[in-house]
């Protein structure tokens, strides 16, 4: 899986990516600093990665344009716990979101929805 990570999100959250063997485009190397929420989902799309963030609005834009042929096969991993608790609660939920990634590539108009806070896993199909 390609992945590309929000401003904000930890680059431990980017390195245990990496440990899985995924890659992984950190925020400043293809984005300016403070680009708009728009262009960091657009960025995601040309790159064939799914953004990784860790506040609300990345999760309410991707929820409210994913009926937008624009951005309806955004993927997004949206994290709902605190900067401190995200590397760990993703290495416990590689299995589940490596399991959901298999699914949505079942059939093309899937894109992968995937929540981690610090007590649930979380998947939109």
Sequence with gaps: ????LDAGVPISVGRTLQEHNHSVIFYPEV????ATDLHVCETALRNDAILVAIDGDMRRIANRFGNNPRFD????????????LAAKRLTQAMALIEAEW???LEKASRRLWFEVTGQYFK???
């Excluded at 984005?31 to 403070?34: A, F, H, I, N, T």
């Design 123 to 125: 998947t939109v199909r």
């Design 31 to 34: 984005l300016p600093e403070k």
């Design 73 to 84: 096969k955004l993927s997004l991993l949206h994290f709902g716990c605190n900067e401190a």
């Design 102 to 104: 298999a699914f949505k």
């Design 1 to 4: 899986m390609n992945f590309l």
